[in-house]
Nanobody, 135 residues
Framework: VQLVESGGGSVQVGGSLTLSCAVS???????????MAWFRQAPGMEREGLAT????????RYADSAKSRFTISQDNGGRTIYLQMTALTPEDSATYYC???????????????????????????WGQGTQVTVS
């Protein structure tokens, strides 16, 4: 199983960027039922879940930090996962990761809605990341 992100780069403040994640290695019927997610991690910061999607029905969830500006989507039964980002600020500069798990997780922590992957970390699959720099 392999996840390969692309689409990162440098963008001006206020600009937009769409990241892609190419997924391979699962049977299509399996892939469509897996939870797919986008995370990001800035230097010195914890990894942050941004959005999740189940390709089988297109259901999505967003972290509070992402819901107004980011859109997760999928194509071809989950073979490609996208993250459209708008109104970017320097605080969005980070390495962005695509990830997969059997199920998504979501919940409110300290008043903030967060999303992520359910289950043991050893069962999660991650891409290598793509760098986004906003200046």
């Amino acid at each position: 199983v392999q996840l390969v992100e692309s689409g990162g780069g440098s963008v001006q403040v206020g600009g937009s960027l769409t990241l892609s994640c190419a997924v391979s290695g699962y049977a299509k019927s399996t892939q469509s039922r897996r939870c797919m997610a986008w995370f990001r991690q800035a230097p010195g910061m914890e990894r942050e879940g941004l959005a999740t999607i189940y390709p089988v029905d297109g259901s999505t969830r967003y972290a509070d930090s992402a819901k107004s500006r980011f859109t997760i989507s999928q194509d071809n039964g989950g073979r490609t996962i996208y993250l459209q980002m708008t109104a970017l600020t320097p605080e969005d500069s980070a390495t962005y990761y695509c990830a997969s798990a059997a199920a998504c997780s979501a919940g409110r922590y300290g008043g903030i809605w967060k999303v992520g992957l359910a289950g043991a970390e050893s069962s999660h699959t991650w891409g290598q990341g793509t760098q986004v720099t906003v200046s």
